[in-house]
């Protein structure tokens, strides 16, 4: 079984920062893509922004300059630093990977349970 379990979300102020981080455990062969989507109340999950196992990244356009996303390969593990907050950013925060389980496996897409950001004005 692979597990994503995320740590780092809050209460913070707004132009405050956190730090999201998301651990990927189990039985792993290999981890892929790894990311952070967002969903606010009444509203539909978005992508925040993923990051490929070379590094390359990709943002969303309403965190660019604000949000930076890193992985650590050898640790299965990817942080999301979040400066400049805005109540607007409020919302659940989960992890989510494409891993593959074993050799030989199709690679599938996992997520966390999600952790709670919220931003005061």
């Known amino acids: 079984q692979v597990q994503l379990v995320e740590s780092g979300g809050g209460l913070v102020q707004a132009g405050g920062s956190l730090r999201l981080s998301c651990a990927a455990s189990g039985s792993i062969f290999s981890v892929n893509t790894m990311g952070w989507y967002r969903q606010a109340p009444g509203k539909q999950r978005e992508l925040v922004a993923d990051?490929?196992?070379?590094?390359?990244?990709n943002y969303a356009d309403f965190v660019k300059g604000r949000f930076t996303i890193s992985r650590d390969n050898a640790k299965n593990m990817v942080y999301l630093q979040m400066n400049s907050l805005k109540p607007e950013d409020t919302g659940v925060y989960y992890c989510?990977?494409?891993?593959?389980?074993?050799?030989?496996?199709?690679?599938?897409?996992?997520w966390g349970k999600g952790t709670l950001v919220t931003v005061s004005s």
């Open positions: 989510y990977s494409l891993i593959a389980a074993y050799w030989g496996v199709q690679a599938m897409d996992y």
């Open positions: 990051i490929f196992r070379n590094g390359s990244t």
